[in-house]
Every structure is written in structure tokens, then in C-alpha cells.
């Protein structure tokens, strides 16, 4: 389990990093919400994107649905909506997906906007 924990957060790193240099900000990272959590929250011009990072250590990846379930999907929203209310955001939100796929030293890097509607 600590090997797939150190390559989720190794993912989110350059998730983040990614990010960044697209001119977003991070506002938050690992934002907790009934005891699960948003990886990464940024905000770019008058977006603040919601992002789920998913990392692989394979190119054997599926459809976003085989990660973003049903379930996930209505926790993102609900998460989504009591951010933008207890930080007073008044922009759109858009639901991204960032997926990692390292393979040795190296990785791969893909950027989904608006993930829900893929």
C-alpha cells in the first residue's frame, strides 16, 4: 500500500506542477470534505477547476467512467459546492481530470477539462 500511496502522491505533485505552468493556481491540494477529499482545487481567470489526479504505472488506463464513478461524480459536486460556499468563490466550476502514467523515470501527462462531459 505505501507504494501505491508514494505514486498517488508523487502524481499529484506533477499534477500540481502541471498545472502551474498552464497559469493556474493552486488554492488548495488534498481539500478534505466528509472524510474524503478533493485532490487538487486551482483557479484559473474566472474558472476554479475541481481536479481528481489519477496515477498509473502503466498505459493500461480504460475510459475516465472506469475512475470517475457514478458515486465519485455526485461527491465532487456536493465537495465543489460547500468550497465555492465556505470560500465565498463567485466563478464557474469546471470538474477536471489530470491522469499520470509513469513508466520507469519517465511519465506521461494527460489534462481533461470538463471530465463529466468527455
Same mark, same amino acid.
Request: some cysteine; charged content about 30%.
Given at each position: 500500500?505505501?507504494?501505491?500511496?508514494?505514486?498517488?502522491?508523487?502524481?499529484?505533485?506533477?499534477?500540481?506542477?502541471?498545472?502551474? =505552468? $498552464?497559469?493556474?493556481?493552486?488554492?488548495?491540494?488534498?481539500?478534505?470534505?466528509?472524510?474524503?477529499?478533493? %485532490?487538487?482545487?486551482a483557479k484559473?481567470? %474566472?474558472?476554479?477547476?475541481?481536479? $481528481?489526479?489519477?496515477t498509473r504505472? =502503466?498505459?493500461?488506463?480504460?475510459?475516465?467512467?472506469?475512475?470517475?464513478?457514478?458515486?465519485?461524480?455526485?461527491?465532487? *459536486?456536493?465537495?465543489?459546492?460547500?468550497?465555492?460556499?465556505? =470560500?465565498?468563490?463567485?466563478? $464557474?466550476?469546471?470538474? %477536471?481530470?489530470?491522469?499520470?502514467?509513469?513508466?520507469?523515470?519517465?511519465?506521461? *501527462?494527460?489534462?481533461?477539462?470538463?471530465?463529466?462531459? =468527455?
Amino acid at each position: 500500500m505505501a507504494a501505491h500511496n508514494e505514486l498517488g502522491k508523487l502524481g499529484e505533485n506533477i499534477a500540481a506542477k502541471r498545472l502551474v =505552468s $498552464e497559469g493556474y493556481k493552486i488554492l488548495e491540494r488534498q481539500w478534505r470534505f466528509k472524510h474524503k477529499e478533493i %485532490d487538487i482545487i486551482a483557479k484559473k481567470d %474566472d474558472i476554479l477547476a475541481i481536479v $481528481e489526479v489519477k496515477t498509473r504505472s =502503466s498505459e493500461q488506463f480504460g475510459g475516465v467512467s472506469d475512475f470517475i464513478t457514478p458515486n465519485k461524480t455526485k461527491f465532487l *459536486v456536493e465537495a465543489a459546492d460547500a468550497y465555492a460556499r465556505q =470560500s465565498n468563490t463567485k466563478c $464557474e466550476i469546471r470538474f %477536471d481530470a489530470i491522469v499520470i502514467f509513469v513508466i520507469g523515470d519517465e511519465y506521461k *501527462v494527460e489534462h481533461i477539462e470538463n471530465v463529466f462531459f =468527455s
